[in-house]
Nanobody, 128 residues
Framework: QVQLVESGGGTAQAGGSLRLACAVS????????MVWFRQSPGKEREGVAV???????SYFDSVKGRFTIYKETGSNNLKLQMDSLEPEDSGMYYC??????????????????????WGQGTQVTVSS
């Protein structure tokens, strides 16, 4: 059974840093897409960072140059390094995973409706 468990959330001051982690178990699809989503009160869930199994990454415009998505070497455990945090970065952060190809996604894009595996979320609060 696939499980995704986030950790690393908390409170930071504007300009500070946090590193989120997503422990992934039993996810064996070698071709896959993984995304960090965030959701703030009253807003839709948005994808802030995307990584495909073939190595490409992409970022939401507002976090480019500040956030870095990567995976631990030799595993599917996912990380999100968040630097120069802003109050607008506050929200619940979720990691999500889905296979690429037959039975899964055609493209690795941050559309929440396409992802079947989700973590429970970790809260990030950035104070000004």
């Amino acid at each position: 059974q696939v499980q995704l468990v986030e950790s690393g959330g908390g409170t930071a001051q504007a300009g500070g840093s946090l590193r989120l982690a997503c422990a992934v178990s039993a996810f064996t699809d070698s071709s896959h897409c993984m995304v960090w989503f965030r959701q703030s009160p009253g807003k839709e869930r948005e994808g802030v960072a995307v990584i495909a199994s073939y190595g490409t990454t992409s970022y939401f415009d507002s976090v480019k140059g500040r956030f870095t998505i990567y995976k631990e070497t030799g595993s599917n455990n996912l990380k999100l390094q968040m630097d120069s945090l802003e109050p607008e970065d506050s929200g619940m952060y979720y990691c999500a995973a889905e296979r690429l190809g037959k039975g899964g996604l055609l493209l690795c894009r941050p559309d929440p409706s396409g992802f079947g595996y989700w973590g429970q979320g970790t809260q990030v609060t950035v104070s000004s």
